[in-house]
């Protein structure tokens, strides 16, 4: 009897672990190379402490945003 109840608990186990879903291994983030960034000048273009960052400051700024949030994204996805 003991020798059946071992037998139906492996047999039970590796139907278990056949049922299982596979899954694929999580694709590796390719991170895009840092922008080219020019030098700040020595002096500021405005007297205006308050004024806005050059365009190409600010697009820089939202290229690593975006890059960020898909990365965080592709993180918090189910897998």
Known sequence: MNKSVLLAAVIAAAA???C?????P???VVTPPPAAVSPAPA???SSDPAAAPSS???SALDQANAATEAARNAA????
């Open 56 to 58: 190409s400051a600010s």
């Open 26 to 28: 999580a694709p590796a």
């Open 20 to 24: 299982g879903k596979k899954e694929e």
């Open 76 to 79: 918090s996805a189910p897998k």
């Open 16 to 18: 278990l672990a056949a």
């Open 43 to 45: 002096a500021p273009a």
